[in-house]
C-alpha cells in the first residue's frame, strides 16, 4: 500500500532512510521549514537553507522513486529576535514561486511568546497575500493547548484565510478537538517517546473519525523514526481497521489536502 508522508524533515536524515521509506511505500513527502538543530547566526543561512530544500532534497528523494515538495518560513524557535526573523520572511515570497513549493510552513509558537505571535501574524499575512497553503507547529510544552488557541485566534482574525487550507500539526488527545471543530486539518506527529505514538494516534482515529486527519513521521533531529508512518499503519490493521480507513490516513488525507496548492503532485 502506497503512502504520503506530508511532514518530515529530511535534511536531518540519511540517504539510507530515503531508501527504506521508498521500499516500504512511500511515493512523496513534504518537508516544512524548521530548526536546524541550532540556531542560524544569520538571514543568508536561511536563504541557503531554502535552497537546500528547493534543490538538493527533491534530487535526493528523486533516486528512490519519491516526489519531494516543501514549505517555506521561520520557524518559531528562531522567531524571538523580531528584527533577524523580518529580515527572513522578506525571502518568503521569492520562495513561493518555486515549483515544488506548496505554502508557508511549518509556523506557529514554540514558547507563546509575543514576539513568536508578531511574526506568526506576519507570516500568515504573507500567505494571505499570496493565496497559500499553510502548516501549522504547534507548542512542544505543556501550554499546548493554549498556543494552540492563540495560533487559530491569529489565523481567524486574517478574515482571508479558509481554515480547510490550514493543517494544524503536532495534536494531540488534549487539541485536536479543538482544531477538527473550527474547521481545520489536524495532523499527528508519530514519535517513538513524545507527541503520539502509532497507538496514541489509532486512538484518536478511533475517538474521532478519519475526516480531516493526517498522520506524519517529523523524522526530525531528536529521537525519531521515518517509518512511523507505515508502522501506524499495521497499528491500524492489528485493530481491525478496513483498508479504505488505513488509506484515507495514510494517502487519501494529505493527498486531498495537499492537492488544493495547485502543485502537488505524484
Known amino acids: 500500500m502506497k503512502y504520503i508522508d506530508p511532514h518530515i524533515h529530511m535534511v536531518s536524515r540519511t540517504t539510507d532512510d530515503y531508501e527504506r521509506m521508498a521500499q516500504a511505500g512511500c511515493v512523496a513527502i513534504t518537508e516544512p521549514a524548521f530548526w536546524a538543530g541550532f540556531d542560524r547566526s544569520s538571514p543568508q543561512g536561511f536563504y541557503d537553507y531554502f535552497r537546500h530544500l528547493t534543490e538538493q532534497e527533491?534530487?535526493?528523494?528523486?533516486q528512490y522513486g519519491i516526489k519531494h515538495h516543501s514549505w517555506i518560513c521561520i520557524n518559531p524557535k528562531e522567531a524571538e529576535d523580531v528584527g533577524f526573523a523580518r529580515e527572513v520572511v522578506q525571502m518568503i515570497p521569492e520562495f513561493l514561486q518555486r515549483e515544488s513549493v506548496l505554502g508557508v510552513g511549518e509556523i506557529g509558537l514554540n514558547k507563546n511568546s509575543r514576539n513568536e505571535l508578531t511574526i506568526l501574524e506576519e507570516q500568515i499575512g504573507v500567505a494571505a497575500q499570496h493565496g497559500q497553503l499553510i502548516l501549522v507547529h504547534t507548542?512542544?510544552?505543556?501550554?499546548?493547548?493554549?498556543?494552540?488557541?492563540?495560533?487559530?485566534?491569529?489565523?481567524?482574525?486574517?478574515?482571508?484565510?479558509?481554515?480547510?487550507?490550514?493543517?494544524?500539526?503536532?495534536?494531540?488527545?488534549h487539541t485536536v478537538e479543538h482544531v477538527l471543530d473550527r474547521g481545520f486539518w489536524a495532523g499527528m506527529t508519530l514519535y517513538p517517546?513524545?507527541?503520539?505514538?502509532?497507538?496514541?494516534?489509532?486512538?484518536?482515529?478511533?475517538?474521532?473519525?478519519?475526516?480531516?486527519?493526517?498522520?506524519?513521521?517529523?523524522g526530525d533531529w531528536g529521537p525519531s523514526d521515518p517509518l512511523a508512518v507505515?508502522?501506524?499503519?499495521?497499528?491500524?490493521a492489528r485493530r481491525g481497521h478496513d483498508h479504505e480507513t488505513i488509506e484515507r490516513i495514510s494517502f487519501g488525507n494529505p493527498l486531498e489536502f495537499l492537492s488544493q496548492s495547485g502543485k502537488f503532485a505524484i
Open 58 to 62: 527533491p534530487a535526493r528523494a528523486a
Open 139 to 173: 507548542p512542544h510544552l505543556e501550554d499546548k493547548l493554549k498556543g494552540t488557541k492563540l495560533i487559530m485566534d491569529a489565523i481567524r482574525r486574517n478574515g482571508d484565510i479558509d481554515p480547510g487550507r490550514v493543517l494544524i500539526d503536532h495534536v494531540e488527545e
Open 193 to 218: 517517546d513524545t507527541k503520539c505514538t502509532p497507538q496514541r494516534a489509532t486512538d484518536i482515529i478511533e475517538m474521532y473519525g478519519a475526516e480531516r486527519l493526517w498522520i506524519n513521521s517529523a
Open 230 to 236: 507505515p508502522k501506524c499503519r499495521l497499528e491500524m
